[in-house]
């Protein structure tokens, strides 16, 4: 079974500056997909980022990105220039391609702060 | 854009009583998905279905029970509510063209058992 690791439970940032989260993973498979999910207070599960195991190149989405390293089984999000938005639960998820099936493996999540 | 929507956004029920959660998936998607996530916990899956049959069980309690339609709603029905069922539960919906990776989670419904 596959396992993610998130171990900040908290972190907090200061508006404009640039924090990284960290995830880890543990799967024997060779391809999957990787995401990146914010749960503001409204608690609606947003997708951020997603990256394929098979990609060697980091997935970016304007100021968020990642840094995949396949071979560590650590998949970071980066997020740039930080705005009081951001605020939020992030969680780090895993997804077997099909046939395995398509269940989302989510990790202990991340709670940013962001502060003006 | 349509969502996916769940109905009813907040449910109290006693213990033991039963509960019914909808998931209206977005027009044309194939699959479904719930989710149940505690107070201060991530998103555990619970079970998937895929033209209308069950693909995929996670650590969904035997007292839950769940379906997918011929127009695609899914409806989780839960009984002999306890307690610990006080949970928020998520719908997400994918469509199967392609590899289904692309998932999009409903607000949720917010079950309080009292």
């Known amino acids: 079974a596959q396992t993610v690791t998130q171990s900040q439970p908290e972190m907090s940032v200061q508006e404009a500056e640039t924090v990284t989260l960290s995830c880890t993973y543990d799967t024997s498979e060779s391809n999957y997909y990787l995401f990146w999910y914010k749960q503001p207070p409204s608690r609606q599960m947003i997708l951020v980022i997603r990256?394929?195991?098979?990609?060697?190149q980091n997935a970016t989405e304007n100021r968020f990105s990642v840094n995949f390293q396949k071979a560590a089984k650590s998949f970071s999000l980066k997020i740039s220039d930080s705005q009081l938005g951001d605020t939020a639960m992030y969680f780090c998820?895993?997804?077997?391609?099909?046939?395995?099936?398509?269940?989302?493996?989510f990790g202990e999540g991340t709670q940013l702060t962001v502060n003006p | 854009a349509a969502g996916v929507i769940q109905s009813p956004r907040h449910l109290i029920k006693e213990k033991r009583e039963t509960a019914t959660l909808k998931c209206y998936p977005i027009?044309?998607?194939?699959?479904v998905y719930w989710y149940q996530q505690g107070p201060g916990q991530d998103p555990q899956f619970l079970i998937s279905?895929?033209?209308?049959?069950?693909?995929d069980k996670g650590s969904i309690p035997d007292r839950f029970s769940a379906q997918q339609f011929s127009d695609y709603h899914s409806e989780l029905n839960m009984s002999s509510l306890e307690l610990g069922d006080s949970a928020l539960y998520f719908c997400a919906s994918s469509s199967a063209e392609g590899t289904n990776e692309k998932l999009f989670f409903g607000s949720g419904t917010q079950l309080s058992v009292l």
């Open positions: 027009p044309r998607h194939d699959t």
């Open positions: 998820a895993f997804m077997n391609l099909p046939p395995s099936g398509s269940r989302l493996t």
């Open positions: 990256q394929e195991a098979y990609k060697q």
């Open positions: 279905f895929y033209e209308k049959m069950q693909s």
